[in-house]
C-alpha cells in the first residue's frame, strides 16, 4: 500500500499520467497568482489558505480557501463555499468555460476546458473575503 502525500510535491508526483501536467499547471498558476494563501494537503487534495470555520450551529472545523484535486473523473477546484462566496462559483458559471459548477466546486476533464483566468479571479476574490472577515458565517 503507497503512503498518502504528505506535501504538495509528494501530491503531485503520486498523480496519474493524465493529470499530473494540467494540475500541475493549476498549481503552479495558483500559487503565483495567490502566494500568500500557503499549500497544504489534506482530504486527498492540495488545499491553499487553511482557515477555521465556524456555523451558527455551532460545528466548525478547518478548510482551506482553495482546494485542487485529482478524481477519476477529472480534476475539480474548490474555491470558497460559505458565507457570501456561497454562489460565486454558480453567479460565474457561464464566465468559467466547457466545466461543470456546484456551490463551491468546478469540476472539468482538460485544462483546456476551464478559463482559468477567471478561476483564479474567482480565487482572489474568495481569497479577499476571507482576510476581510475572519470570522466567517457559513450556510
Known amino acids: 500500500m503507497k503512503a498518502k502525500p504528505t506535501t504538495p510535491t509528494e501530491y503531485l508526483a503520486s498523480l496519474p499520467p493524465e493529470h499530473k501536467a494540467p494540475v500541475t499547471a493549476i498549481h503552479k498558476a495558483i500559487r503565483k497568482a495567490l502566494p500568500q494563501l500557503k499549500p497544504v494537503i489534506g482530504y486527498g487534495a492540495l488545499g ?31 474555491i470558497g463555499g460559505c458565507g457570501e462566496a456561497s ?8 464566465r468559467l468555460g466547457k ?17 482559468l483566468k477567471v478561476a483564479i ?19
Open 48 to 78: 491553499y489558505g487553511p482557515y477555521h470555520y465556524k456555523y451558527e450551529s455551532g460545528r466548525e472545523g478547518d478548510t482551506a480557501v482553495v482546494g485542487l484535486a485529482s478524481r477519476k473523473a477529472g480534476i475539480s477546484l474548490y
Open 87 to 94: 454562489d460565486l462559483l454558480e453567479r460565474n458559471a457561464q
Open 99 to 115: 466545466v461543470s459548477v456546484g456551490r463551491c466546486c468546478i469540476r472539468f476533464r482538460k485544462l483546456e476546458d476551464i478559463n
Open 121 to 139: 479571479e474567482l480565487m482572489k476574490d474568495v481569497a479577499r473575503q476571507r482576510k476581510a472577515d475572519l470570522k466567517i458565517k457559513c450556510l
